[in-house]
């Protein structure tokens, strides 16, 4: 080893200097580093910073405390109900986004045809609208002599039910905002399962339960999982459906670090929620990760 | 170039960051200098940042005018204690803010007084110089312009509740367990800490024994659980407009006068005659004032547009900017009071609004708002 690594060290002054510049790549990576460095790395450091300064102050980086952890995890502290909400909201979306995305997906591969980039764009289109414009169009539909109401009742009925202003709406509004994200990746998924696969299961007898069960579902499952795992992520950081929708019926966690941060003015404490929501999702990323071989699952190895 | 070695480099580039380093500030503050002429950045509530207000001013002066709106004192002034002073010419918060605290921790800087204090006369009456909540707590400096005010205890709905019942039963509304899930609360922290207290039967404005500490939670807690929603203004207004609420605690002109000028003369803020406040008053009101800050480059133009936002049709426009409409100090002038129509004045409640600011305290700081606070987000989390 030490002959081999004798005979690449250079010895040129050329040599040396080649050594030591930077390669093509890292160089080309260059900008795109200082871009994340600056955009994305800065603001998480000064969140870690803030995160262990003294509470109500603006001492980051000037004090080191463990106060605002010790704050969150006291057991008198009712802020884990807000975390238990959002991890709740979070998994019952994914559960229901789960189920309704599956058979438009289903449909956007198989059934629909020719049809199926209008519908895909159908489905795109409510993202270029902004998302809270979205949601109060939602309170219209549903508030008191609203849109649903005001018909029911135009047309005779008892009118519309109750349904704003309540967790359960909170949650509508979640699985309306992350459909999308969903839809798209298990989309994706169902494609990659060969129809050849498909047609040579059913002619050796398999029923469409067992061709579902055993061939689709696993082909799939680097979509669903990827699709699940995206909307789980951003529906645990999801307040505005809780807000607009919910009519804060129930206090979300990132509406917490919100107020933290505004009404509180007790950044290092909103800095401290903040830094322990984003190691506990981070976390569960890698785990989930780390139990999902990709490569394997879209069949490179 | 052949001499130049890694640790030669390195030096070379940690001399040249260094030099510019020291430069920086140097280079930024001559830069600064020369473009703040022509350049002023507001802080302020929503209103003074709308395209009516400033184009004008704008065109007039072809200076670059940014202003950002907040909707929260503690948060403006937070971001002048963060190192903003150097950002912002101009910042305007409520009443007490300038006097009690800007000014001694040299967040703001005064007015030249012989040149600003003439405005007050033209003022309503309460306003004239010299006003308490312009003036340093030594009476001696001018520190700040008045101009938008208001009451802001709570509204309602007058064909669901009369007024004559509000302004009688007044903060107990909130404690009748009749109306429960019939009210909402607009989300202004700041206040509803006031207004829980009020509710609870404390003076907000005091400190606060643990006896009383407990009523505020308790009470807390009953009326953030009876709330049918907390929200924005929109969403209170849209709320009464379309019958899902009968009332909400937290709000006054300023926030019901956008859906009274859009025809719905029903909805009214309410101040009520009498409460646990200084000398039995019923309600709170607010006074903003707009200061310079203590920027170590402070744009000539803060005083140019301070002055500007006295003159009658600009003021009558600051009235009805878009988002809220509230009185002005400015109406005191016979001039401005007559750029109001009928329906602008109904809007703003003028017909009681002399009684309703006499029968409000104005608004004043928590002594142990952090506590308060704290008690009445926890109180929050238990609606669900």
Redesign the interface.
């Known amino acids: 080893m030490a002959d081999i690594a004798l005979t690449h060290a250079p010895e040129t ?1 050329a040599e040396l200097r080649h050594a ?1 510049m930077l390669s093509a790549g890292a160089r080309c990576a260059l900008p795109v580093a200082i871009l994340l460095g600056i955009g994305f790395a800065a603001p998480l450091v000064a969140i870690l910073g803030y995160a262990f300064a003294t509470p ?1 102050s ?1 001492d980051v980086f000037r004090s080191f405390t463990l106060e605002n952890f010790a704050t969150l995890f006291n057991p008198s ?3 884990w ?2 975390f238990l ?1 959002s991890c709740g909201f979070a998994l019952s979306t994914v559960a229901i986004l789960a189920v309704v995305a599956y058979p438009i997906a289903y449909g956007l591969n198989v059934v629909f045809g020719r049809a199926a980039p209008l519908i895909s764009v159908l489905f795109v289109f409510p993202l270029f609208v902004s998302e809270n414009v979205r949601l109060y169009g939602w ?1 219209l539909f549903y ?4 849109v649903l109401d005001g018909t029911l009742k135009w047309l005779g009925l008892a009118g519309g039910p109750e349904v ?2 309540t ?1 359960g709406i909170t949650l509508f509004g979640m699985v309306y905002t992350y459909l999308p994200f969903m839809l798209f990746p298990m989309t994706l998924g169902l494609a990659l399962v060969p129809r050849d696969l498909v047609d040579a299961a059913r002619d050796l007898g398999a029923g469409r339960l067992l061709i579902w069960r055993e061939i689709e579902l696993p082909l799939a499952m680097p979509g669903i999982l990827i699709g699940m795992l995206l909307t789980f992520v951003l529906a645990i950081g999801a307040t505005a459906e809780a ?2 929708l919910g ?5 979300v966690i990132s509406h ?1 670090i919100e ?1 933290a941060f ?5 950044w290092p404490l909103g800095s401290a929620l903040a830094v322990v929501v984003t190691a506990f999702i981070g976390g569960l990323t890698l785990f989930a990760l780390s139990k999902l071989d990709l490569d394997r699952m879209l069949g490179r190895r | 170039m052949a001499g130049i070695s890694r640790r030669s480099l390195l030096k070379g580039m940690g001399t040249g960051l260094g030099a510019l380093a020291a430069a920086g500030p140097l280079f930024n503050s001559n830069k600064a200098f020369a473009a703040r002429e022509k350049e002023l950045n507001i802080l302020c509530w929503e209103g003074y940042n709308s395209a009516q207000v400033l184009d004008p001013f704008r065109s007039k002066t072809g200076a670059t005018v940014k202003a950002e709106s907040l909707t929260n004192d503690p948060t403006m002034i937070n971001r002048l204690r963060a190192g903003e002073i150097n950002t912002w010419d101009l910042i305007n918060v409520n009443n007490p803010w300038a006097r009690k605290v800007m000014l001694p921790e040299k967040l703001i800087k005064p007015l030249p007084k012989a040149e600003f204090e003439p405005f007050f006369d033209k003022m309503l009456p309460e306003f004239k110089a010299p006003y308490k909540w312009a003036m340093s707590d030594d009476g001696k400096d001018l520190i700040g312009m008045a101009q938008r005010f208001g009451p802001y205890s709570f509204v309602v709905n007058t064909d669901k509740v009369s007024r004559k019942t509000a302004e009688e039963v007044g903060w107990d509304l909130f404690n009748d367990p009749k109306l429960s899930g019939k009210y909402g609360i607009l989300e202004s922290d700041d206040w509803n800490v006031f207004n829980i207290f009020i509710v609870a039967g404390i003076d907000p404005f005091k400190v606060h024994t643990p006896e009383e500490l407990a009523k505020f939670e308790e009470t807390a807690k009953r009326v953030f659980k009876g709330a049918k929603l907390i929200g924005d203004i929109a969403s209170m207004n849209q709320a009464l407009i379309s019958g899902e609420i009968d009332l909400h605690l937290t709000g006054g002109t300023y926030s019901v006068s956008p859906a009274r000028a859009d025809g719905h003369p029903e909805l009214r803020a309410i101040t009520p005659l009498k409460g646990p406040l200084a000398g039995g008053k019923g309600g709170i009101s607010w006074i903003e004032i707009t200061s310079t800050v203590n920027n170590p480059n402070l744009s000539p133009l803060a005083l140019e547009f301070l002055k500007y936002v006295q003159a009658p049709d600009v003021a009558h426009t600051v009235a009805f900017a878009e988002g809220t409409f509230n009185p002005v100090a400015q109406m005191g002038n016979k001039a401005c009071f007559d750029l109001f129509t009928k329906e602008e004045l109904d809007a703003i409640q003028w017909d009681s609004l002399e009684e309703e600011m006499a029968r409000s305290v104005e608004y004043d700081i928590v002594p142990n708002y952090d506590k308060a606070l704290d008690i009445m987000n926890a109180a929050k989390r238990l609606r669900g």
């Open positions: 002054a030591r109500r603006f502290n009712t802020v109900l807000s909400w309170v508030i008191k002599n609203g704003l202003f967790p807000k607009i009519g804060q019926s129930i206090i917490d107020i505004t009404y509180s003015q007790n």
